[in-house]
């Protein structure tokens, strides 16, 4: 029995969206704490720290992130705990997201011109008191618009997590389709959606660049 | 018998204690052999400006003496602590010893106050008070108190190198380490952060300069050393150091930098 598209259809969609929204934003906030610890390590003074980190990342990004989270799902499993795709999908790309905004991170400390370490390494500042006084604080500036900008694909991202079951706006997508089979109206609904939920972070991305760019320099 | 040194005395001569003492420095970077077997004490409240042309080692040499580069051989002693022996060891000597840059190395995210009450907060642990108040003091010794709320950015070069000194004064340190301070900066702000550099001087702070500002160095140098290919090629009083070079390679490197 093939069901007809209407308002109730769409909004399911629609309420599927806080599902996508939920995820991007545990994703997002577990991502960026786990990330700064890693962009910390990349940039620490010990070499064993900096290699870690190094291997994490060079992992997380050399892998798809479909497999991340079917690894995180399914292993789970197997070692006899029952994640539900929530959990599973949230702890996937969390751990991609750090990989990730890591190096971001890593990339706007390293940014921070050389006497600013040498000055306050020659004021006698611990590593702690630097970089919370001084090196983060500036680094900050620089990373504001691309953290921005890496939050738009990892929104997008959370699409994948359909594929574990977890029912998300593209989830919510698909079970639509399999009732109405009008694939082509359901799915530009869906990109509709996500793009309404990205622009303006791209915008807002781009405003920050402005902002921050020339401020820095 | 050592009878008390005139102010321009020479280094045997000195009955003043010991500040620091560099004995056989050795500093590699990678295969460039940088600093060769260095020696060199400096007595506290001596003034020594440190000349040569670039790549000679004398930055790297100051900057041995806290650390910001690590010496391989040798040692250096500052105030009776080792350098690089001990993590300990170390903050205690960068808590003693201020650096001030040839780029200034201002926190630009921080106001000229904050920049100055950092480290001593931090460092000393100082409470916020305390701090502004010695803060205040010295960005008055260098004649900018009214700049306090405004952030680096805002001031001229001159401005932020007197900003610099009086961050590193704040932690009341028993040396003074200068790296080529004038050397930023358009010529009509020279004046002004050499005049704050001579009034610390006369107030019988160690110090070391390296600087090209040959006229500060017979003004107010101990003695003048000259480096050159990681070596102290000749050192001595300003007033025999710029009469009578004794080496060839000083006479024609002060020929250069003296004839204009």
Request: aromatic residues 8%; charged residues 15%.
């Amino acid at each position: 029995m093939i069901r007809q598209f209407t308002s109730a259809e769409f909004f399911f969609l629609l309420s599927a969206v806080r599902w996508t929204l939920l995820l991007s934003a545990i994703a997002f906030a577990g991502g960026a704490a786990l990330g700064l610890l890693v962009a910390l390590a990349r940039t620490a003074p010990w070499q064993w720290l900096r290699a870690t980190a190094g291997a994490y990342i060079l992992v997380f990004q050399g892998t798809p992130l479909l497999m991340q989270l079917f690894l995180v799902f399914f292993g789970a499993t197997m070692v006899g705990a029952s994640v539900d795709p929530l959990a599973a999908a949230a702890i996937g790309l969390t751990l991609n997201a750090a990989a990730f905004l890591g190096e971001i991170w890593r990339g706007c400390i390293q940014a921070i011109p050389k006497g600013q370490w040498e000055a306050s390494t020659a004021l006698g500042l611990h590593y702690v008191t630097r970089m919370r006084e001084i090196i983060l604080p500036q680094a900050a500036k620089i990373a504001v618009a691309p953290t921005v900008g890496f939050l738009v694909m990892l929104v997008k991202s959370t699409s994948l997590a359909s594929i574990i079951g977890f029912v998300e706006l593209t989830r919510a997508g698909q079970i639509v389709n399999n009732a109405t089979f009008r694939p082509f109206l359901v799915f530009g609904i869906v990109a509709a959606i996500y793009f309404a939920l990205c622009w303006p972070l791209s915008l807002y991305a781009r405003h920050l660049e402005k902002r921050f760019g020339t401020v820095s320099r | 018998m050592l009878t008390p040194a005139p102010a321009d005395s020479t280094p045997a001569g000195d009955a003043r204690p010991v500040m620091i003492r560099m004995a056989g420095v050795e500093k590699y970077y990678g295969t460039y052999h940088a600093l060769k077997a260095v020696n060199l004490d400096v007595h506290q409240g001596e003034r020594i400006v440190i000349c040569g042309p670039s790549g000679s080692g004398k930055s790297t040499l100051i900057r041995c003496i806290n650390a910001l580069e690590h010496h391989q051989g040798g040692e250096i002693v500052v105030d009776g602590t080792q350098v690089g022996k001990s993590s300990r060891g170390l903050d205690k000597v960068r808590a003693e010893v201020g650096m001030v840059f040839q780029s200034f190395n201002l926190f630009p995210h921080l106001t000229v106050l904050q920049n100055c009450t950092l480290a001593p907060r931090k460092v000393r642990g100082l409470a916020p008070k305390e701090a502004e108040a010695i803060a205040m003091k010295y960005l008055e010794r260098v004649r900018i108190p009214e700049q306090a709320n405004k952030y680096p950015g805002q001031l001229s070069g001159g401005q932020q190198q007197r900003v610099a000194i009086a961050r590193a004064l704040c932690m009341a340190p028993k040396v003074m380490l200068f790296d080529e301070p004038t050397s930023a900066l358009d010529p009509e702000m020279v004046k002004e952060v050499l005049d704050t550099m001579i009034s610390l001087a006369q107030d019988g702070m160690t110090m070391i300069c390296v600087t090209h500002e040959m006229g500060f160095a017979r003004q107010v140098a101990d003695r003048v050393i000259f480096m050159d290919k990681g070596e102290i090629v000749e050192e001595g009083p300003p007033a025999t150091f710029f009469a009578n070079p004794k080496s060839e390679r000083t006479r024609t490197f002060l020929g250069q930098i003296l004839h204009h």
